[in-house]
């Protein structure tokens, strides 16, 4: 094969295949080009830059529906784009609408609550769907490349977001210590991946995942043979997850948290908790998988194992069923199972990848209900809550990719718990972001004492509020209850004692959250409203947006099914 037929497949893959499936985020780069040209030209300060980011937040969210409806997810099928470097399968679809939809409507948000002014507008949303286009490449790496370059796209954004707020010192402290703190993870992180491409000699996941396989980590570790070489895949390991844990804010690596939120606006926060968030539970899970999991090895690579045993998988027609039993085809010399060597080669990357998880999310989760007890300010107390609840979906995460091996249905319900999470999670975080800041604008304080008896004069918020609350903690008929119990029930499926504590803590921490989300509501409903504070007034379009997004955690409480379906639909075509 000469260079001349490479470049013509390379651009017939990008041409036929790549672009149009990476439509939507094509979509945000324009707009992000016409941002920035349109106070080049005359009379371009006469368009609203909050109009041309909602018209292209909307014609990507368009662009990434798919064409038959959401109900055709159960025939996607994975498919590599740019040589690698990305992967666009159901996992990608639902994030990326996940995250368009939350840029829509966060596009809207910041319009309501005026912190995107006329000067500055074009900044501040150039930067907002610069983070969602860098979200959205975290959700499809599938590269080690791609995986950096996801992350520092999204990241450089949110550090400028952070202190957008002209005029305000803690502003631009907030801004100062997450860039810091961003900085020296991006290096560490950095590091970890050159430890791990080094020893196996490629950055592409899957391909990372058969070189792991063919260095037969099992008979290592039984023989005590190429210690080293261990030692420096399990440092790059943990170095790679530094930086996963800076995205996650996952403790230890969740100092810049509570100061970031305190010192930015409320609309960043709800932009840092639900968006960012949701990127990074999703490469968690890329990289989890990833390196864990064959999910594809195509028919002309044959990965020798310790007994000289080799594994294809051989390439289903379409339309016609496969099975776990039928998809692997073993050679060698001695007899074996298929199922037990697909478990064995990899399982203990799964291992290493399920206990460092699952550590680190009980420890993220109880710290920080612990830690959101004491807090004064509304906005540092959500703070820690988005903590909180990102350990709790890293539960989802451990518990998928450690049934992935042996029990792919079981693996597939802890998915669609995190997925079904995430979706629920959006309208929550986001609703009780943009009520604060709403009553920001009509009180000038976030200190949670300033709530006092809001029922009495602003009624209708602060119920919304209250539900919010309630459904965060995971309390029945709310939306929060279902993403929990979910969540709960993959973690007693995988089993085992790790599992089996996490299941413990899990549950004892949803009883802890119930003391400070109630202390919240009991001071607007119960306690008396403060002399000094004067009538609260929200205005229509506010108080429309707050319902508007807070009555589907209403509704999900009671009618879960559709969403649940997509979620269940994604998880189950990750697989197949």
């Known amino acids: 094969m000469n260079l001349t037929t490479i470049v013509e497949e390379l651009l017939s893959d990008t041409l036929k295949t790549s672009l149009p499936l990476f439509k939507p985020e094509l979509v945000l780069c324009v ?107 975290m959700a499809s790496a599938n590269h080690m490349l791609t995986v950096f370059l996801g992350i520092e796209m999204a990241s450089v954004p949110s550090y400028v977001l952070a202190g957008i707020v002209k005029g305000r010192s803690r502003s631009s402290e907030a ?46 570790i039984s023989t005590g043979e190429n210690g080293r070489t ?53 490469l968690l899970l890329r990289v989890g998988f990833g390196l864990g999991y064959q999910a594809e090895i195509q028919t002309d690579q044959l990965v020798n194992t310790s007994n000289t045993a080799a594994v294809t998988l051989t390439v289903t027609p379409a339309g016609e069923e496969s099975s776990a039993d039928s998809q692997f085809h073993l050679l060698q010399e001695t007899p074996s199972n298929a199922e037990d060597l697909q478990a064995g080669p990899l399982s203990p990357v799964r291992r290493f990848f399920v206990v460092l998880v699952a550590i680190v999310a009980m420890i993220t989760c109880t710290f920080g209900n612990l830690a959101a007890f004491g807090q004064t300010n509304i906005k540092r107390m959500l703070a820690y809550s988005t903590i909180a609840h990102a350990g709790f979906m890293m539960m989802a995460a451990a518990a998928a990719v450690g049934l992935v091996g042996q029990h792919t249905e079981h693996a597939q319900t802890a998915v669609s718990a995190l997925l079904l999470y995430l979706a629920i999670y959006l309208f929550m975080n986001l609703s009780a972001f943009a009520i604060i800041a709403f009553l920001r604008n009509a009180m000038q304080s976030e200190e949670i004492k300033d709530y006092a008896g809001l029922i009495r004069s602003c009624p209708v ?56 989300y109630l202390r919240v509501a009991k001071t607007m409903c119960i306690d008396e409203e403060s002399d000094s504070r004067g009538p609260v007034s929200l205005g229509f379009l506010p108080s429309a947006y707050a319902i508007a997004i807070s009555v589907p955690v209403l509704i999900l409480g009671i009618l879960p099914d559709e969403i649940a379906q997509w979620a269940d639909q994604a998880a189950r075509q990750l697989f197949h």
């Open 461 to 516: 918020i602060a119920v919304m509020l209250t539900a919010v609350l309630v459904s965060l903690i995971g309390l029945p008929p709310l939306a929060g209850f279902w993403p929990k119990l979910r969540v709960l029930q993959s973690l007693y499926e995988a089993g085992g004692p790790l599992m089996t504590l996490v299941l413990v803590v899990a549950a004892l921490n949803t009883a802890i959250a119930l003391i400070y």
């Open 230 to 282: 261990l030692m420096v895949l399990a440092l790059g390991g943990l170095m790679l997850g530094v930086g996963l844990a800076f995205k996650l804010s996952a403790v230890p690596f969740h100092f810049w948290c509570p100061d970031v939120f305190e010192g930015a606006s409320a609309e960043v926060d709800g932009f840092l908790s639900v968006a960012s968030k949701a990127a990074a539970l999703a």
């Open 175 to 220: 801004a100062l210590k997450y860039a810091i703190y961003g900085a020296g993870t991006a290096g560490v992180m950095l590091y970890g991946i050159s430890l791990l491409c080094g020893v196996l000699g490629t950055a592409h996941l899957p391909s990372m995942a058969a070189e792991l396989v063919a260095i037969d980590i099992p008979n290592m």
């Open 31 to 137: 707009t992000i080009v016409l941002m920035l040209l349109v106070r080049v030209f005359r009379g371009g300060h006469l368009i609203p830059p909050f109009l041309l980011a909602l018209v292209g937040s909307l014609a990507s969210l368009w662009s990434a529906l798919p064409q038959n409806g959401l109900a055709s997810w159960s025939g996607l099928e994975a498919q590599e784009l740019f040589t690698g470097m990305l992967v666009y399968d159901s996992l990608t679809a639902y994030i990326r609408i996940f995250l368009l939809v939350f840029a829509v409507l966060f596009v809207i948000l910041s319009q309501l609550t005026g912190i995107a002014d006329r000067e500055d507008g074009q900044d501040y949303y150039t930067l907002v769907l610069g983070a969602t286009l860098g979200m959205c490449v």
